[in-house]
């Protein structure tokens, strides 16, 4: 299994839509991160957790709500999302927060 | 907040040139790494260096971090089409609690 996997890799969802993308890393890491990316923009770190514990939120709206239920699976829950937030959402782990991150293929988000 | 700036932002070349990508910043990094990513695809690690004057090379691709440690250059030689991505430094400082920074990415277009 490869070592950060991200599903679905591609959703278009309405306005009105409650949405979860998944991901999960086999890499044995303690650490797991969301990133949002879009056309022509930095990466945005999101949220950040080591050892299931959330240590960074970046100011993200409320209508994302990340969930980590252990150390290798991350969720990232959508609701009442607007056409801005369509973007790359990719999903990195390293063995601790100040470690090499390795990331997932990311999940193409449109939002009509 | 420090900043990762990234020269040039995007280059475009013929197969077999040579070509250098810089990753600048004020701040000192205990690790640097870079990443390549391709549309549609997560970012993927090609190296870490650590250590200040430390070289690596992955078959054409050398990568430098400077004495100093806090810049870094990637040098590819005979370029192929199959060098084309986006080229993303991000570095590990303490001054910044650990976190990572990444640059703004350098897109690298070769042309057959």
């Known amino acids: 299994e490869t070592g950060v996997t991200q599903t679905p890799r591609h959703l278009v969802m309405g306005m009105t839509n409650k949405k979860s993308l998944k991901c999960e890393q086999h890499?044995?890491?303690?650490?797991m991160y969301w990133y949002k990316q879009s056309a022509k923009k930095p990466l945005e770190l999101m949220f950040v957790?080591?050892?299931?514990?959330?240590?960074e939120n970046n100011s993200v709206p409320s209508r994302f709500s990340p969930e980590c239920p252990n150390s290798s699976h991350l969720f990232l829950h959508l609701h009442t999302l607007q056409p801005e937030d369509s973007a790359l959402y990719l999903c990195?782990?390293?063995?601790?927060?100040?470690?090499?991150?390795?990331f997932g293929p990311g999940t193409r988000l449109t939002v009509l | 907040t420090q900043l990762l700036e990234q020269s040039p932002q995007f280059l475009s070349i013929q197969e077999g040139e040579n070509l250098t990508v810089y990753c600048n910043s004020s701040?000192?990094?205990?690790?640097l790494q870079w990443y390549r990513q391709e549309p549609g695809e997560g970012p993927v690690l090609l190296v870490t260096?650590?250590?200040?004057?430390e070289v690596k090379k992955l078959k054409r691709l050398t990568f430098q971090f400077g004495d100093a440690r806090k810049d870094s250059s990637l040098h590819i030689t005979a370029a192929q089409p199959g060098d084309t991505g986006l080229y993303l430094c991000?570095?590990?400082?303490?001054?910044?609690?650990?976190?990572?920074?990444f640059g703004d990415g350098t897109t690298l277009t070769v042309k057959p």
């Open positions: 990195a782990s390293s063995q601790g927060p100040t470690d090499t991150q390795y």
């Open positions: 890499l044995g890491h303690n650490a």
């Open positions: 957790y080591s050892l299931e514990e959330r240590v």
């Open positions: 701040s000192v990094f205990s690790s």
């Open positions: 260096v650590v250590t200040g004057g």
């Open positions: 991000a570095g590990v400082s303490y001054e910044n609690a650990g976190k990572s920074t």
